[in-house]
């Protein structure tokens, strides 16, 4: 406890690289994470749960700019926890070590610049920011301060999507010919975003993840029935190396909810349906191949069909949202892998706004910047 004392009394006399130095010292003693959580909407309370599970880590305060939103969360804080109106409490508190940013797409980049200028490590919502370059700021500014940058893309944790890896990264499916995405709902029409920015992200960010790589190029078209000002229905399509070709339907205004991945390969297609809790991965041991030979018959020239089983992986339930948060204070206390950081982002939104950009011209494909 004295050298804990002895470094904490020093910390006034410390540049602000210093006091991370410091700060990260401090945690390695202590082994405890203390977080503040800046909005309490739609996922806000779900990521105060799962901090608050963690024994690793204490959510200290919590922000928003409704009073009546604090006491959706008044079982999952003790006692001592600070509520404030103001974001800047949070972030210029000298007891916090991390921020937790679950507010609007728009507020993003201001609140996580503040913070990383304020010393504190970051987990935001997905995603980082609607620029890729205000992105490619953030991922300097956090290198710089030796701050951690995470974002929540959630998917990359979900243990069905981890199995999709799996069987292309062991094979299974042969030769990836092109990935389908279905993410349709009624509703929950956002006013701050268009259904691209909402919904596509998540769909993005998966095939990056399968494919590892990024999309060259994208084409999208466009629609707004409900007579929004962005759209509310998009078909999203990307062209990835290798000749991998994807695509992305998402809407706010289909009454038919789907939540698909589909991967198709020369061996066999795998799909992923979120909605199916008893059987989420299902393998179809079916495809069709190029043969090396000529075929005798011209009918069946270079083409070879594939039959075989239908299997049902085993996938071990786990709730995506507490696992990320479980790696976010992993990546702070014990520098582990960091796979949604702001590069990871950043590749997401410079897809997105290429799809923007194809629906803002008919469907023209649009270049991936980097």
Request: proline letters at 5%; glycine letters at 6%.
């Amino acid at each position: 406890m004295q050298i804990l004392t002895g470094i904490i009394s020093m910390n006034m006399r410390l540049t602000l690289l210093g006091k991370i130095i410091l700060r990260t010292r401090i945690m390695a003693l202590t082994k405890k994470l203390k977080v503040g959580v800046i909005g309490l909407g739609h996922w806000g309370p779900n990521i105060i749960r799962s901090l608050s599970v963690n024994r690793r880590c204490s959510v200290q305060a919590v922000c928003d700019i409704r009073e009546t939103t604090f006491h959706n969360i008044e079982t999952l804080v003790s006692p001592e926890c600070r509520k404030t109106l103001l974001s800047r409490e949070v972030i210029e508190s000298p007891d916090i070590d991390a921020v937790v940013i679950a507010t609007t797409p728009s507020t993003h980049f201001e609140l996580v610049k503040q913070a990383l200028h304020a010393g504190k490590h970051i987990f935001c919502e997905k995603p980082l920011t609607l620029d890729p370059k205000k992105d490619q700021e953030l991922c300097d500014l956090a290198k710089t301060s030796n701050l951690k940058l995470v974002v929540g893309y959630t998917f990359l944790f979900n243990n069905s999507v981890r199995k999709l890896k799996e069987l292309i990264d062991n094979g299974r499916m042969g030769q990836l010919y092109y990935l389908t995405a279905t993410r349709t709902h009624m509703g929950l029409v956002r006013e701050d975003a268009s259904v691209v920015w909402d919904l596509a992200p998540h769909d993005v960010a998966i095939m990056n993840y399968l494919l590892d790589s990024v999309p060259e190029r994208v084409s999208a078209v466009g629609g707004q029935p409900l007579g929004l000002d962005v759209p509310d229905v998009a078909f999203i399509n990307l062209f990835y190396p290798n000749k991998i070709l994807a695509q992305i339907h998402v809407s706010w205004v289909d009454s038919n909810k789907e939540r698909l991945v589909c991967v198709i390969g020369s061996k066999a297609r795998a799909v992923f349906n979120d909605l199916d809790n008893l059987e989420p991965v299902r393998l179809f041991e079916k495809g069709i191949g190029v043969s090396s030979h000529v075929q005798p018959d011209y009918g069946e020239f270079k083409f070879l069909l594939r039959d075989g089983d239908i299997i049902s992986p085993k996938i071990q339930q786990q709730e995506p949202l507490k696992m990320i948060l479980d790696s976010f204070v992993r990546v702070v206390l014990e520098e582990g892998d960091n796979m949604t950081d702001g590069n990871f982002a950043r590749n997401v939104s410079s897809a997105i706004v290429a799809a923007q950009k194809s629906i803002e011209n008919f469907g023209a494909p649009q270049k991936v910047e980097p």
